[in-house]
């Protein structure tokens, strides 16, 4: 597996992540717990070396399965987990007081069984507290041995500059895909010039840009895709036109959607690192195989002049959820 660095912050991570969110929470029922370890380990095991979790996931299941599945390996990859809900309850709203952000630490330390946090993201901006309260807070922590580095997720430009002027903010971590290239506008160029990573989480659109959902996919009746407007029944059969042109790509490529998906975003910049999720082994596989997939400039213009004619349709969050988001 490819190695890659996020930003300046010096911390080197596997060029392909692994989201470990749906395997407890979000997409449905949770994966069976031997089945979830064992996917989390083939992962490690194909040279993946950065597993994303948070307290929010489960709540707290999600870690706890992170912790135990690297229980007993000789060297530990890089974990990202986060804080910043109140509770670790995201319907209990947020809570990034320093002292709360002080008890997830001390808690996730024990979950996930290690001496240190290696990425300690705020999960999303409380503007109840200031931004630089939370970046001190951290700052503290880094000097205390409890965590390594800073992160942040759906954080505004402004926002982050603050946090970064008190704590350098090694990796935002928000939506970026074929179907979300809104952090193109302000947010990459802002990272570019500070030095800091990026991760994109849904690099794959929730699933959609798989091609493997249609206007007629049901979802579990716990699955937060029933909530969000662009995984409605018109916008997603609208939408197929992206799909559409992505596999047409991916046929001229010899690679799947998803490898086309995941290789355009590799390509974007040398310090973006994308942390898809699955619960299937052949997803897995399939996902990891997005890094050998080279796209050259050719490759990039013409997805460019594939896509540039296609609208998009539907809000990739409910109301609700939309003002937590870019604050």
């Not at 089945?35 to 083939?42: D, G, N, Q, S």
Request: with cysteine; charged share 25%; proline share 5%.
């Amino acid at each position: 597996m490819q190695k890659r660095n996020l930003g300046k912050s010096g911390l080197e991570v596997s060029a392909l992540g692994f989201g470990c969110m749906g395997l407890s929470f979000g997409y449905g029922p949770a994966t069976e717990k031997t089945a979830a370890i064992h996917l989390i380990r083939t992962a490690y095991d194909a040279g993946v070396t950065f597993f994303d979790t948070a307290e929010a996931y489960g709540p707290f299941k999600n870690e706890e399965l992170v912790g135990e599945a690297f229980a007993n390996v000789p060297q530990k990859p890089v974990i990202a987990t986060k804080f910043g809900f109140a509770n670790g309850v995201p319907a209990q709203g947020l809570d990034s007081r320093p002292e709360r952000i002080r008890e997830v630490a001390g808690a996730a330390l024990k979950r996930l069984r290690v001496d240190a946090i290696d990425l300690f993201y705020q999960h999303r901006v409380d503007p109840k507290v200031p931004i630089e309260d939370v970046a001190g807070t951290v700052k503290d922590l880094i000097r205390e041995g409890k965590v390594k580095h800073f992160g942040m997720s759906e954080a505004g430009v402004e926002t982050i500059r603050r946090a970064h002027a008190v704590q350098p903010v090694a990796a935002l971590q928000s939506e970026y895909s074929l179907w979300w290239r809104e952090p193109e506008k302000e947010i990459l160029p802002a990272l570019e010039e500070l030095g800091i990573g990026f991760v994109p989480f849904s690099p794959l659109g929730k699933g959609f840009l798989t091609g493997s959902i249609s206007d007629k996919t049901e979802f579990d009746k716990t699955d937060f895709r029933n909530t969000v407007p662009r995984f409605s029944a018109d916008a997603r059969r609208a939408n197929q036109a992206l799909v559409d042109a992505i596999g047409r790509i991916a046929t001229k490529k010899n690679a799947t959607n998803a490898q086309i998906a995941l290789a355009w975003l590799l390509a974007q910049k040398p310090w973006i690192v994308p942390i898809p999720g699955t619960t299937k082994l052949h997803r897995l596989q399939e996902n990891l195989g997005g890094v050998s997939v080279e796209l050259s400039a050719g490759d990039l213009n013409a997805i460019g002049d594939a896509l540039a004619g296609i609208e998009v349709r539907g809000d990739r969050y409910s109301a609700q959820h939309q003002t937590l988001v870019n604050r």
